[in-house]
């Protein structure tokens, strides 16, 4: 896709590590940096488990290194980058080094949980974070938020509803924000009745409407558990209470996320539905790239709606908010078991309506067990994450019952 630009820095090129490069946000980003040699260069790109793909794009983008999750895949890695002068090495360490690359800014793309550790790493090395991985904050949330204000460094939302809401903020007082306001496409499912929706198959669950993205995203969007994590999302990135956060379903994906202030002025930020719009934005902030990403035709939109979402048809919204407001490490819980059931259900081992009650049940039991806590670091969010696992792998096994989450 071709794009120009101006440069994004006065510096020189902007020097970037994209962890998560052979996944959609990984190739949308790839797409603006190739659409725009001049301002970026490569220094580092990790993907999880296809040595192939990795080296078509550390050789695309002429990065210096490229690292692979996946260690039985070294082999192939460093074969299919010969002659190219690209350094190869695979393992999660490898994957470590990659985010630890001198750099001006890491690209966060690692779907789910397995982002955690580099994006944290990159963190705390004082690194720009663009951040696509929403699983970052749900997960430890108040460790990556402290992280970066000891650094001094940034999280840039990559979130096309965080970023929207980010460039309506400006530099306005969360003190006179009354309410932020993500939208929701409401994905495959929007107009579907309860009952076919608890019986959806994984085929039918893929087919988003509005956005291409990995599988686990896809899943999260059409049961509207994405919502539900970019909501504690927002609240951490935003610094932001879950009162003051909204949802609200829009087909057309064209208004992603609005702030309503005090004084009664709302602000929202639109675009096509094309996460280059916010990739870019967010790489080369606090300046604007030219890029060739989908523009935005209102007349050819002709009607936008708005309505709100519907607990009870999709009960992970309601699950993840409970958990938002319960705290006590109900958000990292959550995060963990919906992985698992999304898991599970890809793999045809329960319902789609499943998903939803699994994870429910994961946070009550966590809760009647008296171990819920805040985490106290990344490692505790990790050690949380993988007892929930081990919980809703054994909730699996049983065969799941009906739970209500509610404050510990
Ligand atoms: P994809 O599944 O398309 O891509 C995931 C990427 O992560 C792949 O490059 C994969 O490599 C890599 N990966 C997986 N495990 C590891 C690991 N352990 N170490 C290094 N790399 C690994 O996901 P998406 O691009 O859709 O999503 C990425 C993140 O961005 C998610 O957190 C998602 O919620 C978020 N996001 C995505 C949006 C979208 O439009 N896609 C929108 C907003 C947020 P491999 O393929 O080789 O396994
Ligand atoms: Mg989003």
Known sequence: MAATLAKADDRGPRSIVILGATGSIGKSTADIIAGAKEAFTVAAVAGGRDPIALARVARDLGAKFAALADPSGYAALKDALAGSGIEAAAGPDAVIEAALRPSDMV??????????????????????????????????????????????TRLLPVDSEHNAIFQALGDSDLAMIEMMTLTASGGPFRTWTAEAIAKATPEQALQHPNWSMGPKITVDSAGLMNKGLEVIEAHYLFGIEAERLDVLVHAQSVVHGLVAFRDGSVTAGLAAPDMRVPIAHCLSYPRRL???????????????????????????LRVALDALRAGCGLPTVLNAANEVAVAAFLERRISFHDIARLVEQCCEATLADGTAHDPESVADALAIDHIARERTQALLAQGSTFGMVTAC
């Open 290 to 316: 030219t890029t060739g990403a989908r523009r935005l035709d209102l007349a050819a939109v002709g009607q936008l709606t708005f309505e709100r979402p519907d607990f009870a048809r999709f009960p992970a």
């Open 107 to 152: 690209m966060a793309a690692i779907a789910g949980t397995a982002g955690v550790g580099p994006t944290y790493a990159a963190l705390s090395a004082g690194r720009t974070v663009a951040l696509a991985n929403k699983e970052c904050l749900v997960c430890a949330g108040p460790a990556f938020v402290r992280q970066a204000a000891a650094m001094g």
